[in-house]
């Protein structure tokens, strides 16, 4: 067998296509897996974003409501990105499932000073919390590490230290694995 650094590189690579391994549960003996094969036993993975702008409107102030945004969902796997909400559908048991969970907001037309914090659901992440001054434009960056099991869902919140209403012009969430 010649050095697999002199193998041709494939330039389209498929789910199909076969990759050598190890079978740890095989008495270690070497065996052919898909590409595919590998993608499957994933945790998972998504991207959401929404770049179409939305208002928060604050009915009183220092209460946290969910942040309006509408997510258009990029690349996923057993993740999906809905209207205010990321939701786990993979089925892989809570002790081996741990995800950052990143939000990246952007917003205008504070007229007060906000603070977002990350909800999994529906119970707020203290350790999230992240505060910003008023100005005219704020982008802000959450993140946390997470369990998740099926179902599971996490938002983003934000108070305003006074009513009124601030609008969210994008919002970038992104899920992945680190287990």
Same mark, same amino acid.
């Given at each position: 067998?010649?050095?697999?650094?002199?193998?041709?590189?494939?330039?389209?690579?498929?789910?199909a296509d076969y990759v050598i391994g190890t079978d740890a549960e095989d008495s270690n003996i070497t065996k052919n897996y898909t590409v595919g094969s590998l993608f499957a036993? #994933? #945790?998972?993975?998504?991207? @959401?974003y929404s770049t179409t702008p939305t208002t928060t409107t604050f009915a009183a102030a220092d209460t946290y409501v969910v942040l309006a945004n509408v997510y258009t969902e990029g690349s996923a796997s057993k993740w999906t990105a809905a209207?205010?909400?990321?939701?786990?559908?993979?089925?892989?048991?809570?002790?081996?499932? $741990?995800?950052?969970i990143t939000f990246v907001v952007s917003t205008r037309? $504070?007229?007060?000073d906000l603070t977002f914090l990350i909800?999994?659901? @529906?119970?707020?992440?203290?350790d999230t919390q992240q505060g910003t001054a008023t100005t005219e434009n704020n982008n802000i960056s959450i993140q946390t590490i997470q369990n998740a099991t099926t179902?599971?869902?996490?938002?983003?919140? +934000?108070?305003? #230290? $006074?009513? @009124?209403?601030? +609008?969210?012009?994008?919002?970038?969430?992104?899920?992945?694995a680190v287990r």
């Open positions: 067998m010649a050095k697999i650094s002199t193998y041709p590189i494939d330039s389209s690579v498929s789910l036993i #994933s #945790s998972g993975h998504v991207n @959401g209207t205010n909400r990321l939701t786990y559908t993979g089925t892989t048991p809570a002790t081996t499932n $741990a995800f950052l037309d $504070a007229l007060s909800y999994k659901n @529906g119970v707020a992440l203290a179902s599971d869902y996490f938002q983003v919140f +934000v108070k305003s #230290s $006074a009513i @009124g209403s601030v +609008v969210c012009n994008s919002i970038n969430a992104t899920v992945v």
